[in-house]
């Protein structure tokens, strides 16, 4: 499968629905990723943005419609799909806190060295126990820890929730220059739209579960707040 500009579509929900429960928290969601994308998945506290990730990796069941991925409908729990190069940096710091850097590092696929290409800033850290680094340094961490397994697919929820803005351009710059050199699809789950807006190429947004808008970030934050205002007047 590709996409207009002929890039392979890597993941892909189509009509997805997913919820706890009997309650549906996420219904009818189309979306995708290619290689050498970044696109941004926005949406308030609760709008879905966690559930959708989650039921996209297989680790919250279908209520109905269906995930595809590298081109194949597939039922793969995340672990499976790991395998296959995909990488998930769920929402909440994902280190291993009593554990070294180093140790972290190695629990990943792509190893200690590769990891320190990609942030030299974890260089000098590698001894210390990770739930004593800052919470950029933590970021860092799980970031290069995904990336150095060079995925074809990173799924990242909340990447910059509570860091300085610098940290958080540091971040993204890494991650433009990862996607940039090999070729990785990224969905990004963000609130803060227009920092995020600089780094994707495009974007979805979110409301109460459904999807209410998607366009080109290049379209700039005036586009997502027309969008966004008109799905908030259409639902009331
Ligand atoms: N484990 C759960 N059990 C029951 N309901 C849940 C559970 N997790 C999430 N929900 C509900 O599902 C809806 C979507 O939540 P979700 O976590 O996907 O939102 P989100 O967009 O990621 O929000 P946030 O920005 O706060 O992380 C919310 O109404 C939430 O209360
Ligand atoms: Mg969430």
Same mark, same amino acid.
């Given at each position: 499968m590709r996409d207009d500009d002929g890039r392979e579509i890597v993941l892909q929900a189509c009509g997805l629905s997913a919820g706890y429960g009997d309650l549906p928290a996420i219904r009818r969601i189309d979306v995708h990723i290619a290689r050498g994308e970044i696109v941004a998945l926005f949406g308030a506290n609760g709008a879905g943005k966690t559930t959708t990730l989650m039921s996209l990796v297989g680790e919250l069941p279908r209520s109905a419609g269906q995930a595809h991925w590298l081109g194949r409908p597939t039922q793969a729990r995340l672990h499976q799909l790991a395998r296959q190069g995909l990488a998930f940096v769920p929402?909440?710091? +994902? &280190? /291993?806190? +009593?554990?070294s850097v180093r140790d972290n590092l190695l629990l =990943?696929? =792509? =190893? &200690?060295e590769a990891a320190v290409e990609i942030f030299p800033e974890l260089g000098p850290l590698l001894g210390r126990r990770a739930g004593l680094l800052s919470g950029g340094e933590q970021q860092m961490l799980t970031l290069a820890r995904a990336l150095a397994a060079r995925p074809v697919a990173l799924l990242v929820d909340e990447? +910059? /929730? =509570?860091?300085a803005p610098i940290v958080v351009e540091r971040l993204f710059t890494v991650l433009r220059q990862a996607v940039r050199s090999h070729d990785i699809a990224v969905l990004l789950v963000e609130q803060e739209a227009r920092r995020a807006l600089d780094v994707a190429d495009r974007w979805y947004l979110l409301r109460n579960g459904e999807l209410v808008g998607c366009g080109d970030a290049n379209g700039g934050i005036d586009q997502l707040e027309r969008e966004y205002l008109a799905g908030l007047s259409s639902a009331d």
């Open positions: 929402e909440y710091r +994902s &280190v /291993l806190a +009593s554990m =990943g696929r =792509g =190893g &200690v990447l +910059s /929730l =509570g860091l």
